[in-house]
């Protein structure tokens, strides 16, 4: 009777440290920011713009808004709702695993996948956004310098770095993830 008690506790405290590093709640939004300091960069949130995402003086254009992803749960895609789109329409985000490319998103009430993309895997772990791949954690994130004349000076776009890539005007970073609060 005690080993059976003893076993019991031993697994249910594995479970919930398990549980405590990894948030699964399907429902709750996040917002994601950056972690890492970068020049020029006074607001460090994630804005969604053009299809992909940004931090820096983006947000002050009239076409970009607030990243909030739903989901964050490894086993289910990741998603937001864009007020831009008309109706406003569910977007799945994804990357390419082993390529070095912008944060995409499908097109608005589409359930198309481009193939070789990973919507799956991304999730919380220790308050971080990652990517859990064959057994693995890793986080694989970069901030690239937009040119003056793509978009406000001082904004970045943030990609996945498949390829492990060294580029010029891009830093690596970590991206913060917290539970929307309104």
Known sequence: MKFTALL???ILGALSSQAAAQDTTASTRYQLSVETQLPGVVYPTLM???GSAY?????????SEP???SGLNP????????FHSSPTGWQTFFVYENQTRPISFTVPHSAYIP????TTGFGVFDGNFKLQSNGKISEKWIACQVSKAATPYDSWQILWNGEGKTMDNCKDV?????????
């Open 8 to 10: 019991s506790a031993i």
């Open 48 to 50: 969604f713009a053009n």
């Open 55 to 63: 931090i820096g003086n983006i947000k002050y254009n009239t076409y």
């Open 67 to 69: 990243l909030l992803l």
């Open 75 to 82: 086993q289910y895609g990741n998603g937001f709702t864009s």
């Open 115 to 118: 193939a070789g993309a990973a």
């Open 174 to 182: 970590k991206l913060i993830a917290r539970k929307e609060t309104c």
